[in-house]
């Protein structure tokens, strides 16, 4: 499963003015849509011992190519049809999310997330797994996520408001849900046009409160 791709980047070197063979950088890869058994599965844990193999580094580079190709703000394994707990988020300036706060380049191995708090906000999130809707969502604005970077050294921090949501969107494809699977009011989904010509600007607000209060 780490192979089937769209198109294939490729970088080519010389040896004294001779171009030789090309060396595969990444693979932009087919994100599989709402349906698709692929996103009801349960991702695998990855052997720490082969977090830093040719194929999981390979994976990895093919995810973040693929989610900035896409305009998203994270993608998971499981959303290439590959069943493995790895998932990646940046958030920098995005055009399908102008409102949300940047995140640098996160790559989690393993992840877990802990609560830390009782409080909910209720957002408007998207996926590139359901393309061209928005809907409502509960999320913790306060957790902790701990697991493993690219390098296969652990790491713990703590995320906060909207981005905290963003994490825990793409840690959901990791057990086989999608944001869909908790709206509590599916009256709330929308198609992207008419979130932004209805809903946007009120959310917008919403999002600058949110920060105001917890950061990001």
């Given amino acids: 499963f780490f192979f089937s791709s769209r198109r294939r980047h490729t970088r080519y070197g010389t040896v ?4 030789t063979c090309a060396l595969p950088i990444s693979v932009i890869r087919k994100i599989v849509q709402i349906g698709n058994p692929a996103l009801r599965q349960i991702a695998d844990s990855v ?9 999981i580094q390979s994976l990895i580079d093919d995810l973040i190519e693929t989610m900035r190709d896409a305009n998203g703000a994270g993608l998971a394994a499981t959303q290439i049809a590959v069943p493995l707990r790895i998932c990646i988020i940046e958030v920098n300036k995005n055009p399908r999310y102008p409102y949300k706060p940047d995140i640098p380049l996160t790559v989690l191995i393993n992840p877990k997330v802990t609560f830390l708090t009782e409080e909910r906000i209720n957002v408007y999130e998207g996926c590139l797994s359901v393309p061209n809707m928005r809907g409502q969502v509960d999320r913790c604005p306060e957790i902790l996520i701990e697991g493993f970077d690219r390098d296969g050294q652990e790491v713990s921090f703590i995320s906060k408001g909207i981005s905290a949501g963003t994490f825990q969107h793409e840690l959901d494809h ?9 709206m509590s009011d599916a009256s709330s989904l929308t198609t992207i046009d008419e979130f932004a010509e209805h809903y946007e600007e009120k959310f ?7 920060v105001k209060k917890y950061g990001s």
């Fill in 204 to 210: 917008k607000n919403q999002v600058i409160s949110i």
């Fill in 16 to 19: 004294t003015g001779v171009q």
């Fill in 174 to 182: 990791l057990d086989g849900l999608i944001y869909t699977d908790r």
């Fill in 47 to 55: 052997d720490v011992n082969q977090i830093q193999s040719d194929e």
